[in-house]
């Protein structure tokens, strides 16, 4: 189970994840940010300290999260990952496109 909950809307968007984001859930994960993002678009900032799981399918979402914002010149931060998972976006190369603080 994840959840997600938006924290501010201003200046960027922060948006506190907690639980698990995997298969099962990666679509909603993503419907319920691109919603968020599409009403007041800004940068995305990712609170992550309760993030306990994620998978593959995971880090294309946020692949594909980071394409939108891209798009209308803005950037994607995800801060405090667990080490372990921190550890699957730098095997992934994925620290080199998107900002990822402790």
């Given at each position: ?26 679509d ?25 799981f ?8 946020f ?22 998972l921190?550890k699957?976006?730098?095997i ?9 603080e402790?």
């Amino acid at each position: 189970m994840q959840e997600v909950k938006v924290l501010e809307t201003a200046p960027a968007i922060r948006i506190a994840l907690s639980g698990e984001i995997a298969a099962e859930n990666a679509d909603e994960f993503y419907v319920q940010v691109k919603s968020v993002y599409e009403q007041g678009k800004a940068d995305i900032v990712f609170e992550c300290a309760a993030l306990t799981f994620i998978d593959s399918t995971t880090l294309g979402t946020f692949v594909k999260i980071l394409k939108l914002v891209r798009t209308d010149g803005h950037d994607l931060t995800l801060k405090g990952l667990a080490p372990r998972l921190k550890k699957l976006f730098v095997i992934c190369a994925l620290d080199s496109i998107m900002e990822i603080e402790g």
